[in-house]
């Protein structure tokens, strides 16, 4: 059987339980895995390229079939210059069908040989996403269970002491 290259894409700002969970079940399905971070400036990511390649790594560097890098361009241009044939995506809600849908499609139309495979997290992190982590977490709130404490901490240091208006850690 030939070797089957996955590619997981995704902004990953910042990666949270849900996206782990996604990558702890498709890993046993795949003989590779790739965790493809979209490097794209113009989307005013809270962590650079660079800085959510390294949280990642550090949160797979015990998966040895797991590897993280960041691309730009075209995501099927990135799968054809890995080898990669599938694109895993996670699907939380109905909510998420619309988008994913186009994404799939449009990614079929470029490239008739890329699938993409959708992959259902954990019901308790159904409402989770990045967006609601960064909001919570500049607001205050618990995250506890939500994010690895890789994320926890230097998200709570991004926005609550390096970002104007964020609520200041408790000494
Ligand atoms: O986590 P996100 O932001 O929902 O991930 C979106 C991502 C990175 C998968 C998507 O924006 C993407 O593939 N961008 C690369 C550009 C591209 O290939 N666009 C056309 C395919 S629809």
């Known amino acids: 059987m030939s070797h089957r ?5 995704g902004s990953f700002d910042p990666i949270h339980n849900g996206h782990l969970d996604i990558i702890e079940r498709c ?5 590779e895995l790739i965790i493809a971070v979209l490097a794209n400036e113009a989307k005013k990511p809270l962590f650079s390229d660079a800085e959510r390649v390294e949280i990642i790594g550090e949160l797979v560097s015990g ?8 691309f730009s361009g075209l995501l099927v241009d990135y799968m054809e210059s ?10 939380r809600a109905v909510s998420d069908f619309e988008y994913e849908f186009q994404m799939a499609l449009m990614n079929r139309h470029l490239n008739p040989r890329v699938e993409t495979v959708f992959m259902v997290p954990r019901e308790e ?7 609601l982590v960064k909001e919570v977490c500049r607001l205050g709130g618990n995250l506890d269970g939500l ?6 901490s230097r998200l709570t240091r991004r926005l609550r002491t390096e970002t104007p208006g964020g609520t200041p850690v408790q000494p």
Request: aromatic share 10%; net charge positive; proline share 10%.
């Open 5 to 9: 290259v996955a590619v997981y894409p």
């Open 27 to 31: 890993r046993p399905l795949y003989d």
């Open 63 to 70: 998966i040895p079939e797991c590897r993280v890098e960041s």
């Open 82 to 91: 890995r080898g990669a044939q599938v694109v895993v995506r996670g699907l």
């Open 125 to 131: 992190y159904s409402y989770l996403s990045s967006r």
């Open 147 to 152: 994010v690895p404490e890789a994320v926890l």
